[in-house]
């Protein structure tokens, strides 16, 4: 009789268990919330990205041309330059000595999704201003890849007065801030580095966002918005290598119902919050502009995946998402464009 108390009694410390963990497990599902919606110009949305994310925002600026008005290139190439061929990415990174990427090339690859619909018109670059940066001492996407990126862009009709490249930093393979990160030649995680130019460091997120959007209200100097953690699954499924949970920064000026613009930040590759935590989202300077210019920085999130073969956790610029991932429906920039619209929905 003892036996079979204790027996049963271990049945239930059992059961007990097994629901503490399933409720622990669907607290953390629930700990992400709902993205929520604010007062947007819809006609204010820009895009940057490092890296794997340069290239993005890169796809993301051709594709949508029509609705995205800028986009921040830092060490990325030019549009769908490896043409879905992993094989090429060391020449789209301009590794291979003596073939850098060839830009008429892609010029018209583009103008061919164009003429299909898969993308927008190509005329609608005429009025988008671009920010192009390569630092002198980058040892991963060096500057004959993004020399070929800028003469992409004014191939695809981008008006040379729109267009920004910084090519004298030397930096390495970083986003590049005033006094946060590593030192400025660095190629190292967390790929964020302090330079200095002319003296003083370098805010990159300053010099970015004012090329896209034009003169900007000094920032602040010490963010006081608010970092949302939201459901990323709910815009994007697993098969895209995007993570559950993305982030998003909300300045006080927007909580409170006034009109804002949205800038999406795109990190690089083994840069997203599981590789090396909430770095690129915390101190990568662009919260502190955001305050004082009724800004919403978005940071969509991509993971290291084995389905898709993903091992870096970089953002698909070479076709691990499909062949069609530089045109308009792109799991990933469909994921992205769908958050971007659900921004503005508030009633």
């Keep these: 009789m003892q036996k079979r108390t204790l027996s049963g009694l271990s049945r239930v410390a059992g059961l007990v268990l097994v629901w503490g963990l399933v409720l622990q497990v669907q607290v953390q599902a629930q700990a992400a919330e709902k993205l929520p919606a604010f007062k947007v110009d819809a006609t204010q949305t820009t895009v940057s990205g490092l890296s794997s994310g340069a290239f993005m925002a890169v796809q993301l600026q051709v594709a949508y041309s029509a609705s995205i008005k800028g986009a921040g290139v830092v060490a990325g190439g030019p549009y769908y330059c490896a043409a879905g061929n992993m094989l090429y990415a060391g020449i789209c990174m301009g590794q291979v000595m003596f073939m850098p990427p060839n830009p008429a090339l892609m010029v018209n690859a583009a103008k ?22 390569s630092g002198t001492k980058d040892t991963v996407v060096l500057q004959p890849a993004v020399d070929a990126t800028v003469a992409f862009f004014k191939q695809a009709g981008v008006p040379e007065a729109n267009l920004k490249y910084v090519n004298h930093v ?57 970092l949302v ?42 840069q997203s919050a ?69 921004l503005g929905k508030r009633k």
């Design 170 to 226: 030397p930096a390495g393979h970083a986003v590049i801030t005033p006094s946060f990160g590593g030192n400025c030649e660095a190629n190292a995680a967390p790929y964020i580095s302090h330079c200095d130019v002319n003296g003083q460091g370098y805010d990159q997120a300053g010099d970015l966002l004012a090329h896209l959007y034009g003169a900007l209200q000094p920032k602040a100097s010490s963010p006081t918005g608010r």
């Design 229 to 270: 953690t939201f459901n990323q699954r709910a815009f994007a499924a697993p098969m895209t290598s995007m993570a559950e949970e993305a982030y998003l920064y909300v300045p006080q000026a927007c909580a409170a119902g006034e009109t804002c613009k949205v800038h999406v930040a795109l990190h690089g590759c083994m």
């Design 274 to 342: 599981e590789s090396v935590g909430n770095e690129f989202v915390s101190d990568t300077g662009y919260n502190a502009w955001a305050d004082t210019n009724h800004l919403l920085v978005l940071y969509p999130q991509v993971n290291k995946s084995t389905l898709p073969f993903n091992p870096q956790g970089c953002w698909d610029w070479f076709g691990y998402t499909g062949t069609n991932y530089a045109t308009k429906s792109s799991m990933q920039m469909l994921a992205i464009k769908s958050m971007v619209t659900a």
């Design 112 to 133: 061919r999704f164009a003429a299909a619909g898969q993308i927008d018109t190509l005329s609608h670059l005429k009025k988008r201003h671009v920010y192009v940066f």
